[in-house]
Antibody
């Protein structure tokens, strides 16, 4: 059974930094495409970033240059380093596996809440 | 990069059928073989309901189906049940100079 468990969310001041973690079981983060998707309170879903099995990374325009996705194969964990945080980054951040054949998100974690506020 | 437009809300009574549209707003036609649909109950993670335009993952009821017309994909839920009340999002994968996933704004389904 695939499980994705996010952690690391919390309250941070504007301009601050935070690192989210996504611990995976039932799949290998280094063999799969792993992604972060966020959802602002009461809003829709927004794709944030992806790391491919080969290590290539992509970002949404709204976070490029501020966020960095990475992984640790030994811990089977994916990370999202978030710098220069803004109020509009406030959201629940979901970790999701991308089905390589379907190019869509087939497994999701429960999410971790990030609140950017002074 | 296309944007996807969905109605904010739809409603229906138990046993009825409802349709949720997802329309690409750019002049480029979305590749609907790369459109997926998600169901999300309050406070829960999204659940994949449809992939590659019309296909259902294992465990998803055949009450969920998708049709396409022009620049619009439509999710139909037949035989509405109380448990279908949720938010529904369409999503398009676009591979070009970069690879991105674009979500529609979401539709709140109310079962009356």
């Amino acid at each position: 059974e695939v499980q994705l468990v996010e952690s690391g969310g919390g309250l941070v001041q504007p301009g601050g930094s935070l690192r989210l973690s996504c611990a995976a079981s039932g799949l290998s983060v280094s063999s799969n495409y792993m992604s972060w998707v966020r959802q602002a309170p009461g809003k829709g879903l927004e794709w944030v970033s992806v790391i491919y099995s080969g290590g290539t990374t992509y970002y949404a325009d709204s976070v490029r240059g501020r966020f960095t996705i990475s992984r640790d194969s030994s811990k089977n964990t994916v990370y999202l380093r978030m710098n220069s945080l803004r109020g509009e980054d406030t959201a629940v951040y979901f970790c999701a596996n991308i089905n390589i054949s379907w190019n869509t998100f087939d497994y999701w974690g429960r999410g971790t809440l990030v609140t950017v506020s002074s | 990069q296309s944007a996807l437009t969905q109605p904010a809300s739809v409603s229906g009574s138990p046993g009825q059928s409802i349709t949720i549209s997802c329309t690409a707003t750019s002049s480029d036609v979305v590749n609907y073989n790369l459109v997926s649909w998600y169901q999300q109950h309050p406070g829960k993670a999204p659940r994949l309901m449809i992939y590659e335009g019309t296909k259902r993952p294992s465990g998803v009821s055949n009450r969920f189906s998708v049709s396409k017309s022009g620049n619009t994909a439509s999710l139909t839920i037949s035989g509405l049940q109380a448990e279908d009340e949720a938010d529904y999002f369409c999503c398009s994968y676009e591979a070009g100079s970069t690879f991105v996933w674009v979500f529609g704004g979401g539709t709140k389904l109310t079962v009356l």
